[in-house]
């Protein structure tokens, strides 16, 4: 999966090209509110001491966050729209990843991520910004990383912890994927997962801590997939399915509704696990 914090790789012209909208978004989306801000307190200086405008600093710190906030919905409007897919180098899907990257890029400078990330208001207001469809009562840490916010979908209820990337995107064998992951009502995905693009993760699911989703793969109701599970691109795990810890299921592979798999197990390529048995791996 490629770096969720590299940017789109290439020739010279190419990288010049992407320094040169960088430049320019972040002027749109950095320099217009803080103009705003400056502005503000220029004005406020007219009829306020020192000491209350001092007082006052979260308040414009705050009023800089929701100027952002509305620069990066302004110009997430403005770019081409990512639609899912497999896409050759020099199609146009990767330019608008591209410039979707350095948006989501703005929004993650640590200036300012850790307070929009902890305000449940600030946190739904941003994502919503990028494009992100996720209920105000979900539950992240600091560092969750999200790399393709437009590609997000997360119910109400829902966590995603601390050290955990969800993107939405995937590039191997110079090829761009990008795939919507939705993430349902009262899932829980434990620390430091990763999550493929495409994924979907159902009502009540839980990932375990330093689970590997590849894309694609479909995660169904109540299911519980335990430590470091290596789940592969296309697997399906049905509801109510129970998977062991460190287990490796390789594509392709169908667990049926209540399947249970063991520890330390491998489940070979296409395998399929019918429902409400227990998978027994060949010695």
């Known amino acids: 999966m490629a770096s969720a914090d590299r940017p789109p790789s290439g020739g010279v012209a190419l990288k010049l090209l992407y320094e040169a909208a960088t430049l320019v978004l972040a002027t749109v989306a950095v320099g217009g509110p803080l103009t705003l801000v400056v502005l503000g307190l220029r004005q406020a200086t007219e009829w306020l001491p020192w000491w209350a405008i001092t007082l006052l600093a979260p308040l414009w710190f705050a009023a800089f966050l929701v100027f ?5 919905f302004a110009l ?7 639609v899912p897919g497999h896409y050759a180098p020099g199609h146009g899907a990767w330019t608008a990843w591209g410039l979707h ?7 993650a400078q640590p200036l300012w991520s850790g307070v929009l990330m902890t305000s449940p208001v ?10 992100a469809r996720v209920a105000f009562d979900i539950n992240t840490a600091m560092d969750t990383l999200f790399s393709d916010p437009s590609l997000l979908r997360i119910d109400r209820g829902a966590m995603v912890s601390g050290g955990c990337i969800v993107a939405g995107h995937f590039v ?3 090829m761009l994927l990008l ?21 979907t993760v159902g009502p009540n699911a839980v ?25 592969s691109g296309g697997v399906t795990i049905g509801e109510d399915v129970v998977v062991g810890h460190q287990v490796t299921l390789e594509p392709g592979v169908v667990l049926e509704a209540g399947a249970v798999v ?22």
Not at 122 to 131: D, K
Not at 262 to 283: D, E, I, L
Request: net charge positive.
């Open 122 to 131: 600030l946190r739904t207001l941003s994502l919503r910004a990028l494009g």
């Open 101 to 107: 990257f350095i948006l989501r890029r703005l929004w």
């Open 172 to 174: 191997e064998n110079g």
């Open 262 to 283: 063991p520890s330390y197990a491998r489940v070979p390529k296409n395998h399929v696990v019918p429902a409400g048995t227990r998978f027994k791996p060949t010695p």
């Open 76 to 82: 997430r409007l403005v770019v081409p729209r990512l």
């Open 179 to 199: 795939g919507a992951t939705h993430i349902a009502e009262g899932a829980q995905i434990l620390s430091s997962c990763m999550i493929g693009p495409g994924v």
């Open 68 to 72: 952002l906030c509305a620069a990066l």
């Open 207 to 231: 990932l375990a801590p330093e689970c590997r989703i590849g894309p694609g793969a479909r995660i169904g109701a109540q299911a519980h997939v335990g430590y470091g599970c290596q789940v």
